[in-house]
């Protein structure tokens, strides 16, 4: 959002309330309207969803027997994407706090960008789960007081809780923020402010809960660990800005908006540590495991170095590791005045070693071996790809009509009929 | 650019392509929306079904059955007895590792064909370790082989389960008669208390169950051995539908060398109770503070 100082102080005007369909339509205008770039990144983005769509229209009709899931291995790509996503959309806040809490006001024109990559985030998050479950007819079930949600044993029902509160408090925030920009208003603090603090906690509560889901699972040594939580903060707290670093860079070259390089370098600051401190927590993580050995380790030797002979995940986990590595060691080295692009690079590589991590590499090996100790191997196959492909399209739809609306509200090129501020402008 | 008439023109042109291939993409989802009647869509949980809703939901389930398999089968609702207390017990000294007690599950519970699905796994073991590590399910050749004895593992049904926990939607819990139970109707199919079962006792309907009508077990109930919808958890009961009729489990009838004890722990003359005062009695994973009311034991 823009700094509020820079608002004139009026509350007359167009009416708020009949403004609003005035502000959905010329919303619509905006989302569907842009130069050639934009309607080939749509369709293409459109027909990468559409072919997730299909793939789960027979999955649905055909049953999750079309995946590589098999009562081994329950849970896998789609559960695994879920966590990434949650962590992306936590990571988000790390933008909020500077702004907000450190009143930094460079943050502040641009920590929109951030609250708007949570909302797109967490859609994704829910459209994983929505496709992992068995009977997307019967989610009713889980409406408190229609259904029966057994809240608050099934750590299940507080996730549930928690993101879709995320969901709303972002929704709320963002969605205030650029209707009263709209209306030439300046926003009242009392209606956004408590919300933007409450998305702080939020937003570490919505990755905590998600870790006590798995931590909580006396049977599964690999995830029964109380590190677990801690590491996916970090790790959130890593992709998070990496993914905003990469974003804000993509909205000062393709729009008008304004990004300096000051939340930039912010945010390269908090790589600096969150990277380290993630990288640490792993090791921690490791050592225990292996130093300790017995029965525990055998998850962990099947992740990074492979159990009776199967190793599908070894590859791909040192892989991530390197990134992880390497983006931590080019966050604390690289001369930023020299350019951005070996920043953007370390961005890109983290973000993969974490959805490697966070993602198969931490939901697999769960269930390898099994809690009879029988290796069961699983490998995403192509239904699997289509649909994960097709959603995380569908969440990049989302941030982008997002970014464009935020844009166009900021620019002062989309305003409501007769507004005296942005007549000015 | 172009003018906003030829503008909105292929807007329009372009959100009319998007929908219809939306559309297409969602043909087999609306296809098989329109097979799902409203009233199992609006089907209320099992505690709160009355007598007369429960009668018309079993009617419903043996038309389908009919319509779907072509087998003409009897579901019930059998309920628990009060002040009975299930147990079960198993004597690794004397089971052999035929599997016959995984085959008769298979067939009891009218299990899916294809997959060859049993509630029953068991573990080959070599001697002088319980360790689960050194097992083996996947063995294949003539038993008992030297130096090895067997361990069938099912659900343990335990007091204090993690699958009941972690359910978002109480569509599993435990019974008075102390059998842990899915309402099949219920479940959403998220499949966390498969990720929290440490036993590897309860299983997902990947695909809808495929049996030929003439295998199909007739007699059938609610809560236990109906043919499963696709998308949702099953597990052991037990054989509620035979148990809590005062038989005994298809599996222990199935055991040619006597290894299963089955009974009811607050009768203090039965078998069960008897196994559990003298032998040398454990349970699987007790540290995990489960409480199963499954046990082994050895004679030597």
Known sequence: MSTNHEQPDVQDGPDAVLSYPQFLWKALGVATDGGPLFYVWMTLLTAVWLVGVNAFAHQTVHGQGLTAMTDHVSWGMYIGNFTFAVGLAAGAVMMVIPAYIYHDEDMHDVVIVGEILAIAAIAVALSFVNVDIGRLDRLWHLIPGIGRFNWPVSMLTWDVIVLSGYLLINLHVVGYLLYMRFLGRRPDKRWYLPFVFLSIIWAVSIHTVTAFLYSGLGGRPFWNSAVLAPRFIASAFVSGPAFIVLALQIVRRFSDFHVGDAPIETLIKILRVTALANLFLVFAEVFTEFYTGGSHVAAAE?????LHGKHALVPWIWTAIACDVFAAVVFLTADIKKGLWIIDIACVATLFGLWVEKGLGLIVPG??????????????NLVEWKISIGIWAFGLIVFTLGLKLAVAVFTDAMHVDGDPAARKA | MDDPSRRTLMKAGGATLGAAAFARAMAPITEWAAD?????FLQRHYKELTRDEMDAVLRRIEAKTKEEYGADVHVEDVRPT?????????????????RRCAKACHEENNHDR???NSYIRVLEMSNGSLNLEHGTVTYDHEVPAPGKFYMPVQCHQCDNAPCVKVCPVEATWKESDGIVVVDYDWCIGCRYCEAACPYHARRFNWTKPEIPAEEINPEQAYLSNRIRPQGVMEKCTFCLHRTRKGRLPACLEACPTGARVFGNLADPDSEIRWVLENKRVFVLKEDLGTQPRFFYFFDQ
Request: hydrophobic content about 45%.
């Open chain 1, 302 to 306: 099947y992740l990074y170095f492979g």
């Open chain 2, 36 to 40: 799902l009647s409203v009233d199992e």
């Open chain 1, 367 to 380: 269930f390898v071996p099994s809690t009879l100790h029988e290796v069961v191997e699983y490998v995403p």
């Open chain 2, 114 to 116: 294809a997959t060859n």
């Open chain 2, 82 to 98: 009060p002040g009975v207390q299930f147990a079960y017990a198993l004597n690794l000294s004397v089971c052999i590792g035929c």
